[in-house]
Nanobody, 120 residues
């Protein structure tokens, strides 16, 4: 069993910053790519940022230059540093990871999400 748990969401005013964390735990052999997605009310889920096991990153155009994705492989932890937040960043943010488990198999796992609300 693998679990992803996000933390760090909350209410922040426009222009502020938040740092999201996602900790993966369980019978993990290795973690390949990881990413942050978000879903605003009435909107489709979108990719925010993605990072490979080697640290190569890419970002949605809407967050490029403001958000930074990183990971600590020793701690099985994913981060999203969000700066210069805008009201349109308001969404539930989900952590996702492609994980190779100790019991053989590779699967995409998802956290339950953390709410980010940016006031204007």
């Amino acid at each position: 069993q693998v679990q992803l748990v996000e933390s760090g969401g909350g209410l922040v005013q426009a222009g502020g910053s938040l740092r999201l964390s996602c900790v993966a735990s369980g019978s993990i052999f290795s973690i390949n790519a990881m990413g942050w997605y978000r879903q605003a009310p009435g909107k489709q889920r979108e990719l925010v940022a993605h990072i490979t096991s080697g640290g190569r990153t890419n970002y949605a155009d809407s967050v490029k230059g403001r958000f930074t994705i990183s990971r600590d492989n020793a701690k099985n932890t994913l981060y999203l540093q969000m700066n210069s937040l805008k009201p349109e960043d308001t969404a539930v943010y989900y952590c996702s990871a492609k994980i190779v488990t100790v019991l053989p198999g590779t699967k995409d796992y998802w956290g339950r999400g953390t709410q980010v609300t940016v006031s204007s």
